[in-house]
């Protein structure tokens, strides 16, 4: 979110920690994820016999990498934009403007969160299947973890993404404050920049 020169000492390290910590999270599903999916073209092309839980599981950690890491992604600048008009304008003003951009887009992502949170409630009864037949397969005895866990997803990823929102305007104000503060170095006689 910010270089270590902008932004206090500890939120520094508590923002080192959450990125380390989600790019290992996306390094540990993602191979899940290709280990699954490999699992399952040996079985169905070598063995002649699918496993039925496969999809099913991959399916959802693809959703929980999606809300999960699109944070990551805006921090990085990796979502789609158009900034035509931002990058005409001085740094103040393109400071204003992402500013009430993103008031609407937070008060989305908190609709997301809320709605997501209710949605996952209503659902909470109901137990993913695919875990449910690994377990019944590997132990004699169902897990009954419920559905809940994978439509979290929503309000968690939404949450994330408004702080990274949040936390994007918060750095640009800081090393604009920085940038202005800081008094231009004095011309030395006779040296003329080209």
Not at 18 to 46: C, D, K, N
Not at 79 to 100: H, N, Q, T, Y
Not at 150 to 169: C, D, E, F, N, P
Not at 172 to 184: E, G, S, T, Y
Request: glycine letters at 8%; hydrophobic letters at 55%; proline letters at 4%.
């Amino acid at each position: 979110m910010a270089s270590n020169a902008t932004v206090p000492d500890g939120i520094a390290r508590l923002v080192a920690w959450y990125e380390t910590a989600i790019r290992v999270l996306a390094g540990v599903s993602m191979l899940t994820l290709v280990a699954v999916m490999a699992a399952q073209v040996l079985m169905r092309y070598g063995f002649n016999a699918s496993l039925i839980w496969a999809e099913e599981l991959c399916r959802y950690i693809l959703i929980w990498q999606t809300f999960l890491f699109v944070g990551l992604a805006y921090q990085k600048g990796e979502l789609v934009a158009v900034e035509i008009i931002p990058l005409m304008l001085k740094p103040g003003w393109r400071l204003a403007l992402k500013s009430v951009a993103a008031i609407p887009i937070i008060v989305f992502l908190w609709l997301m969160v809320t709605n997501g949170y209710d949605y996952a409630g209503r659902l909470q009864n109901q137990t993913i299947p695919a875990l449910d037949f690994i377990s019944t397969a590997l132990g004699g005895q169902e897990l009954g973890v419920s559905i809940w866990w994978v439509y979290i997803s929503v309000s968690v990823g939404s949450a994330l993404l408004a702080l990274h929102v949040i936390g994007s305007i918060v750095t640009d104000a800081i090393a604009l404050k920085n940038h202005a503060q800081r008094k231009p170095p004095a011309a030395v006689h006779g040296d003329s920049a080209l």
